[in-house]
């Protein structure tokens, strides 16, 4: 936070470069959020690149009472919703690969994992846009309610409750379909 407060200050003293360290902070984790939201890498590729020109050009707006990230997040994401507005985008499945090691000694872990993500991202996409967002900013950006109700500029109730009714909507559907998520279909 305290290196974020820095940059800002550096970029509007006429520091260009200094912005570059905010790009590089939070550009994976704006894209894999874009992504999830447009299902498209090469138009969330686009959508990260003009949220961050947004941002720059939008800097002197911060006004330093939020957290930058929560205000960065905002831009970038009402960004992505007016584009959404103006133009649908195609949506194509990809797989958006774990970070995390798997022993390639078990095919069979590698597989069942890759299915459960592939499972997941499909019960994802099935919400509405807003839910959505809200799953994401929640469970992908760990992102507090508090934050998320700020970056969507909804009440505290308002996050909550979207957010009980998404997995509501998520369990639901594993019991109707079937699937990985026992968890899920148990109330988790």
Not at 46 to 68: C, M, P, T
Not at 70 to 86: A, P, Q, T
Not at 151 to 170: D, F, G, I, Q, Y
Request: proline fraction near 3%; aromatic fraction near 10%; hydrophobic fraction near 35%.
């Amino acid at each position: 936070m305290e290196d974020e407060q820095r940059w800002v200050q550096q970029v509007l003293a006429g520091d260009k470069q200094a912005y570059a360290h905010i790009i590089n902070k939070y550009k994976n984790q704006l894209y894999a959020t874009i992504l999830r939201m447009t299902k498209n890498p090469q138009d969330a590729q686009d959508l990260v690149q003009d949220a961050f020109i947004k941002v720059y050009r939008n800097l002197d707006k911060y006004d330093r009472s939020g957290s930058f990230a929560g205000w960065l997040y905002r831009v970038s994401i009402n960004h992505c919703m007016d584009e959404f507005r103006k133009k649908r985008f195609a949506t194509v499945q990809v797989e958006i690969d774990d970070e995390m090691s798997v022993n390639p000694n078990h095919p069979e872990l590698v597989f069942l994992k890759k299915e459960k993500s592939r499972q997941l991202e499909r019960l994802i996409a099935t919400l509405p846009e807003d839910e959505r967002l809200i799953i994401l900013l929640r469970y992908v950006n760990d992102m507090s309610y508090d934050e998320i109700g700020e970056l969507m500029e909804v009440p505290l109730s308002t996050v909550r409750n979207k957010l009980h009714r998404a997995k509501k909507k998520m369990r639901d559907t594993v019991k109707r379909e079937g699937g990985y998520f026992h968890e899920l279909s148990n109330g988790g």
